[in-house]
Nanobody
Framework: QVQLVESGGGSVQAGGSLRLSCAAS????????MGWFRQAPGKEREFVAT????????YYADSVKGRFTISRDNAKNTVYLQMNSLKPEDTAVYYC?????????????????WGQGTQVTVSS
């Protein structure tokens, strides 16, 4: 079955960087767009970034544009989220997700498989 496993979360001071990874298995990875979402305590899950099947198209939430970069390595069945200039408001559990098809999406309903999440904590 499809499995998505995130890694790379942790605690960092404001201004620092982290790189999240999401290893996928049980699917033909290059057939699907992928995305990253996050959920902070007491808040709804929100879109962060999405990437097309071969990485030619990416979209970002306005709150992370210019600071975060999504990428993928289809040979490794892995999608990444490079996070720079982190802010305390970036603190959340970050989830990767598989799109329902080849099209990118900015809404959670556009994804059908989710990882377990990885915690990112940014201190001021």
């Amino acid at each position: 079955q499809v499995q998505l496993v995130e890694s790379g979360g942790g605690s960092v001071q404001a201004g620092g960087s982290l790189r999240l990874s999401c290893a996928a298995s049980g699917l033909t990875f290059s057939n699907y767009a992928m995305g990253w979402f996050r959920q902070a305590p007491g808040k709804e899950r929100e879109f962060v970034a999405t990437i097309s099947r071969f990485g030619s198209t990416t979209y970002y939430a306005d709150s992370v544009k210019g600071r975060f970069t999504i990428s993928r390595d289809n040979a490794k069945n892995t999608v990444y989220l490079q996070m720079n200039s982190l802010k305390p408001e970036d603190t959340a559990v970050y989830y990767c997700a598989r799109a329902k098809g080849q099209l990118t999406s900015r809404i959670a309903d556009g994804y059908d498989y989710w990882g377990q999440g990885t915690q990112v904590t940014v201190s001021s």
